[in-house]
Each structure stands twice: as structure tokens, then as C-alpha cells.
């Protein structure tokens, strides 16, 4: 059996006033996502349970398998993982968002799309106004890095929170520091960046381009590694993952899955879908499960941009679903599922809590009576996973569905 999902992160949404009420998904020209939901079935799952982070990090733990609430740690340990580090029983990593905030408001979580470069050139100077030997500033893609709190005497413990910035955009930040153990000395990296970046190089260039300067740091997800049991150890299947996020790719990683690097995959609207749905196929033939995730709808309903979120959404259908779906359909048995990670509101412009829809076609899945996918769809229908972390079992078990 060969099993293909495609994550089209945070499409789940509201009905939209200028959209004439309808959803992203109804609104857009999706033809081979109605596809499946017409050659199959279509249901709902909740991946972001009500005491946790509605966030990537918790949603696609569960998506894949994995009860968050005994495994999730935090989304900056996964991200390490992507990048290959090492971290000890004692190490925490923590999210390092290069952020910029003007009279306390953020403007803008991902500093104006900084480059990595450009990101590299500012956690050198915090490395350097940092002398704490226990701190190590590790520079990632764009505005995405981590900080690394190495040694025993971490002063964090599971009951440190701190705000994902993408929650706050357009908001005032003051009462959104971190709290909780070892919030201090966040709260003071944090602050002191404005200092360490205000006259910097990169933000006087960046500034004359007419470009968003990154005005601080944004300290945030952390946690210590997770202990995951090995995805081929619980369903004796052989996985890969395509995506351009690290924490995907850390998941990846943790679970025993190969990690398939896209060219031109940037994890923003811009992505390379083409060669996503290519790579995904050549894919299929080496791999018993391949996943393809698609961070572009959720970028645009945090910039609020319903047009945008309308176009990757038929992108992703006519770039990645329907060849994929082609492909599939050569072996005797496969099956497609169509989900994504978690609701990401343009109203609110960040991630939330709730259902999301699901649809699944191919072997041994006996079809309902579904003509789309899309919310409303998935609202009436009696298939529901309280548990999202129960659908994969499901999805995996060719006596079901």
C-alpha cells in the first residue's frame, strides 16, 4: 500500500464577508481536492487540543500519530532537530524570532522576510553582547533561529510561557513578555536587543531599501528534546517528508523519516509547488508514506491576505494534488488524505484551536456522500477524531474506512 498527505498548512478558516460568506476553500478552484472528497470520504479532526499551543508544532505531532499532550515539549526542540544538533538531557532550545515592533505594536513577526544572512549578521552582535557561555545563538532560515541554553542549571521549567510573536501581529506586545521560570533573563535578551540592533548595519541597509528593520529578538518555544517512538516501530511503514519548515523537518527526523529537500521550496507564497508535486512522485516509488506539507496558506492568512490564501490553495490542487493523485492511482493500492495542521483565522491572522477538515480517497475507503472539500462539508459529517492523533492509525489500516 502507498499512502500519500498533502498539508495545506492552516487553510481551515472562516467565512469571509468579502468572499460573499463562503470559506477560502469554497471560494477557490480546487477540482482535484473535491476530487477526493468525492471518490472517498470527508471528516474532521481536532489536532490542537484545548490545554496546549494552537500551533504547528502541537498539530502536526498529532497529525502524524503522536498523542501532543504526552510527547510535545515545546517547537523549538524540533527545530533543533532539523538542524542536526545535538542536545543533552539538561539543554533547552528556544525560538529566536528576529521581529520588528514600533511603539510596542509588531508590525511584523518575520522582520520584513529578513534574509538569512542578513540574520546571521545580528545573532553574531547578540552573541557577542551575550558573554553567557551557556547561551549559544544558532542562526536558521530567515527569521526563524534558535537559541540553545546548554549546561544543568537552566533556570526553565515546563510552567515558562512565552508568546508565539505570530500571535500578536498588529497588537501591543507589552504584556506579552515571558513569564513563568527563567523568564527573566528572556524577557532581558529580549529588551536589550533593541539596544544590540537599532544602529546595525543590516537595519541602516535595509532601512534605505525601504525594507522593515528587525528592531529585537523574540524569545519563545522552548523546551527540551522530545522521546518519540519511531514511526516504522509503530506502523511498520517507511516515511518521508517534503517541506520547507523546520519544525516539519525536525518531526521528520525525530520519527525516523527521510527528509526530501525541494529546490526552490522556500516555505513561503512563492514556494516551488511544481517541484513539490514532482519530488512527491519520485518519492512514492522508494517510500511507503509521503508527505507533503505547504506552509503557503498559512503565511497568507497571518499577513490576512484572503486573494493569496485563495491562489496557493489552487496551486497546491493544481500543482501537487492532481499529479499526485495521477501517480498514485499506477500501484494496485494507495490512499490520498487531504488535511490540514490546524484553523488559521485571516480574521485574526494567527493559528486556532478547533476542527479541521479531512478528505480521503483510494483502497479499501468506501466513498460517503461528499461532492467537496471544504469546512462546511466536514461540519456534517458523523466522521470526527476528538483526538486528531487517532486519525493516522486509521488512515494507516487498510481493514478501516
Given at each position: 500500500m502507498k499512502y500519500v498527505i498533502v498539508i495545506p498548512d492552516g487553510c481551515a478558516d472562516q467565512p469571509q464577508n468579502e468572499l460573499n460568506g463562503l470559506t477560502p476553500l469554497q471560494a477557490a478552484q480546487i477540482p482535484s481536492m473535491d476530487a477526493v472528497a468525492k471518490r472517498g470520504l470527508v471528516g474532521r479532526a481536532n489536532h490542537t487540543p484545548a490545554h496546549l499551543t494552537a500551533g504547528s508544532a502541537v498539530a502536526n505531532m498529532s497529525l502524524l500519530g503522536y498523542d501532543p499532550t504526552r510527547n510535545f515539549t515545546g517547537r523549538a526542540p524540533l527545530e533543533a532537530a532539523a538542524q542536526g544538533i545535538e542536545m543533552g538531557p539538561d539543554d533547552w532550545a528556544i525560538r529566536c524570532n528576529l521581529v520588528t515592533i514600533i511603539d510596542q505594536i509588531m508590525q511584523d513577526f518575520t522582520a520584513d522576510h529578513i534574509s538569512s544572512d542578513e540574520a546571521s549578521e545580528l545573532l553574531k552582535t547578540a552573541a557577542i553582547h551575550t558573554p553567557d557561555t551557556q547561551l549559544e545563538f544558532l542562526p536558521g532560515v530567515s527569521y526563524r533561529n534558535l537559541l540553545l541554553y546548554r549546561g544543568s542549571q537552566a533556570p526553565f521549567s515546563a510552567e515558562t510561557r512565552a508568546t508565539?510573536?505570530?500571535?500578536?501581529?498588529?497588537?501591543?506586545?507589552?504584556?506579552?513578555?515571558?513569564?513563568?521560570?527563567?523568564?527573566?533573563?528572556?524577557?532581558?535578551?529580549m529588551s536589550n536587543s533593541v539596544r544590540w540592533f537599532s544602529d546595525h548595519p543590516v537595519n541602516q541597509q535595509r532601512i534605505a531599501a525601504g525594507k522593515r528593520p528587525a528592531t529585537n529578538l523574540w524569545l519563545w518555544g522552548l523546551g527540551q528534546q522530545p522521546q518519540l517512538e519511531s514511526f516504522a516501530s509503530l506502523y511498520n511503514l517507511r516515511g518521508a517528508m517534503i517541506t520547507a519548515v523546520d519544525l516539519l523537518r525536525g518531526l521528520a527526523s525525530l520519527v525516523g523519516w527521510e527528509r526530501i529537500e525541494v529546490p526552490g521550496a522556500t516555505g513561503y507564497l512563492d514556494t516551488n509547488y511544481a517541484a513539490k508535486g514532482e519530488y512527491a512522485i519520485q518519492a512514492i516509488q522508494k517510500f511507503d508514506l509521503v508527505c507533503v506539507h505547504v506552509e503557503a496558506p498559512d503565511e497568507a492568512s497571518?499577513?490576512?491576505?484572503?486573494?493569496?490564501?485563495?491562489?496557493?490553495?489552487?496551486?497546491?490542487?493544481?500543482?501537487?494534488?492532481?499529479?499526485?493523485?495521477?501517480?498514485?492511482?499506477?500501484?494496485?493500492?494507495?490512499?490520498?488524505?487531504?488535511?490540514?495542521?490546524?484553523?488559521?483565522?485571516?480574521?485574526?491572522?494567527?493559528?486556532?484551536?478547533?476542527?479541521?477538515?479531512?478528505?480521503?480517497?483510494?483502497?479499501?475507503v468506501t466513498p460517503d456522500e461528499s461532492l467537496e472539500y471544504n469546512e462546511l462539508t466536514a461540519a456534517t459529517s458523523t466522521l470526527t477524531f476528538p483526538n486528531g492523533f487517532e486519525l493516522m492509525p486509521q488512515f494507516v489500516n487498510q481493514d478501516r474506512f
Open positions: 508565539p510573536p505570530h500571535d500578536l501581529t498588529d497588537k501591543p506586545v507589552g504584556d506579552d513578555f515571558p513569564r513563568g521560570p527563567g523568564s527573566t533573563l528572556l524577557s532581558e535578551l497571518h499577513e490576512g491576505d484572503v486573494i493569496k490564501k485563495i491562489e496557493s490553495l489552487q496551486e497546491i490542487d493544481r500543482c501537487i494534488v492532481q499529479p499526485v493523485m495521477s501517480a498514485l492511482e499506477q500501484y494496485p493500492n494507495w490512499r490520498l488524505m487531504i488535511t490540514p495542521d490546524h484553523p488559521t483565522f485571516l480574521s485574526t491572522k494567527t493559528h486556532s484551536h478547533g476542527d479541521v477538515p479531512f478528505a480521503i480517497c483510494g483502497s479499501g
